[in-house]
């Protein structure tokens, strides 16, 4: 599975959207992205995924470049309660093999 | 539905000792896996189930044993517990074998080997 960087904090203020940058340069064709996040010590919480095109759910956009070397996560109106640990995952495994690195500390700031 | 459910929520062991970390869900998922989470770190993969009476290893394998008998159920066994094992553990599964699923996580379970 490829690798991935992602800054390790980020702040952003409360109602504004929160960007958050993941570099994934050797992704190959077949490889999914995939973003988790977890909050405080719970258990990890499914945001969403994309293969090449931009994809929107009720909790988020992702953004993948179209040469599939970057992507970034978008919460549209952050709030206090987006303050997570946000993960995100490169993979051509099945969902039960994703690997987790370190992930970025996003802290919502009122 | 409640999802996936992992029992005990805290649990302090002494180094030998063996016990079992329980996992259940009811969401008639096939694929089961069990992650540890250290201090400051992102999670590791354990022990993972592709359906019942199917399991295969991750990339920190060591040191645990698994099996999946039914589809709810995929306990995880330490069989002599070192300090090393210190450690939160989540466990998750997913509905089918595609690599678009998500998985849904249990609230974990703290362990503390002494």
């Known amino acids: 599975d490829a690798k991935t960087t992602q800054p390790p904090s980020m702040d952003c203020a409360e109602g504004r959207a929160a960007n958050l940058p993941c570099n994934h340069s050797?992704?190959?064709?077949?490889?999914?992205v995939y973003w988790y996040r977890q909050i405080h010590s719970q258990g990890p919480q499914y945001i969403i995924h994309?293969?090449?095109n931009n994809e929107t759910n009720e909790m988020a956009s992702l953004i993948i470049t179209e040469d599939r070397k970057s992507s970034t996560l978008i919460l549209p109106h952050a709030t206090l309660r987006d303050t997570a640990v946000y993960y995100c995952?490169?993979?051509?495994?099945?969902?039960?093999?994703?690997?987790f690195g370190a992930g970025t500390i996003l802290r919502v700031k009122s | 539905n409640a999802g996936v459910t992992q029992t005990p929520k805290f649990q302090v062991l002494k180094t030998g000792q063996s016990m079992t970390l329980q996992c259940a869900q009811d969401?008639?998922?096939?694929?089961m896996s069990w992650y540890r989470q250290d201090p400051g770190m992102g999670l590791r993969l354990i022990h993972y189930?592709?359906?019942?009476?199917?399991?295969d290893q991750g990339e920190v394998p060591n040191g645990y044993n698994v099996s999946r008998s039914t589809t709810e159920d995929f306990p995880l066994r330490l069989l002599s517990a070192a300090p090393s094992q210190t450690s939160v553990y989540f466990c998750?599964?997913?509905?089918?074998?595609?690599?678009?699923?998500?998985?849904?996580f249990g609230s974990g379970t703290q362990l503390s080997v002494l």
């Open positions: 998750a599964s997913s509905y089918g074998n595609l690599r678009n699923e998500k998985l849904f």
């Open positions: 050797t992704i190959s064709g077949n490889e999914y």
């Open positions: 994309g293969l090449k």
């Open positions: 995952i490169v993979s051509v495994g099945y969902g039960n093999k994703l690997v």
């Open positions: 969401m008639n998922h096939e694929y």
């Open positions: 189930s592709v359906g019942a009476g199917i399991t």
